[in-house]
């Protein structure tokens, strides 16, 4: 797996700006350039002249995308090391399906959780939410409190299912060119059982279920992997926010989808809670939409 094209949405406002020191450090761990992109809907899209600070809807549609290319070539000088800076690009439409059609091109797309405030900032984690459910390849999530770099822990998710080791190889990706620790965790949510029993059973083969996965995806990684089952009265989600305080990962790396059936809801459910709730930087990858 490489990151060399990494895709980096932008409303240009300060929250989105986030993006960027993230999307220079990984580029700079793999060589990779970084693409600012920005998309607009057109005249009936009021909120867009609010940003230009324009005052005419009327405003010659050629204009404005002149005005937004140059905003992103200023962007892109100010927040891009030249060695690591792409072209931008713009794009006209809704702006989740513009981000996922266009990260088709790309090997990473990195943005912001939130956006402008107000209503604005709601929509823009709406859209996030979106991206991670239809885009094709993986996205990482900063947030103001994130601190990616230097990458040192990452914690690695799984349920078992084949969908969620779909998270594996970006995790391994990053590890090795950063000599990062990885935490693969497997977490049981008293929750989901009718007694503590029923939640304990099966540990010690839960427990070799990871050793296996360690030594399948990550035998090239000694001493770099940890395996851990951990049982918890919290949420899933609500688990792995704790322990991204109480560890200080820098990131966290897992699937968007788990299980088939309830289970896919659930887990993509918990996938978006752990993107809107936590500080630690969240790299998400979407299985089912992965392109050969």
Request: net charge negative; glycine share 4%; aromatic share 8%.
């Amino acid at each position: 797996m490489k990151f060399d094209r990494i895709l980096v949405p932008t409303d240009f406002s300060e929250l989105s700006l986030l993006a960027f020191p993230a999307a220079v450090a990984i580029a700079k761990l793999f060589n990779g350039k970084v693409i600012p992109f920005h998309a607009y809907m057109q005249v009936n899209e009021l909120d867009g002249f609010y940003y230009m600070g324009e005052t005419s809807p009327e405003t010659d549609l050629r204009t404005l995308e002149r005005s937004l290319y140059h905003r992103l070539e200023n962007l892109s000088e100010k927040h891009i090391d030249e060695a690591y800076r792409g072209e931008p690009i713009i794009k006209i439409g809704n702006a989740a399906r513009a981000i996922s059609e266009t990260g088709r091109d790309f090997d990473l797309v990195v943005m912001s959780s939130h956006g402008r405030t107000g209503f604005s900032r709601l929509i823009l984690g709406s859209i996030c939410e979106k991206i991670l459910r239809t885009c094709h390849v993986p996205v990482l999530v900063v947030e103001e409190k994130s601190n990616l770099v230097p990458v040192e822990k990452i914690l690695l998710t799984t349920d078992f299912s084949e969908n969620s080791m779909y998270a594996f190889e970006p995790a391994a990706t990053i590890a090795e060119v950063t000599g990062a620790q990885i935490d693969l965790v497997h977490i049981v949510s008293y929750e989901q059982f009718d007694s503590l029993g029923q939640a304990h059973h099966n540990t010690e083969e839960r427990k070799t279920k990871l050793k296996d996965l360690e030594a399948t995806y990550f035998s090239d990684m000694k001493n770099q992997v940890n395996t851990e089952v951990i049982f918890s009265d919290k949420a899933v989600h609500e688990e792995i926010a704790h322990l991204t305080k109480s560890r200080s990962y820098n990131l966290v790396v897992m699937a968007t989808i788990g299980r088939t059936g309830l289970d896919y809801m659930m887990l993509g459910s918990t996938a978006s809670s752990v993107a809107r709730h936590v500080k630690t930087a969240v790299l998400s990858i979407n299985p089912d939409n992965k392109t050969e």
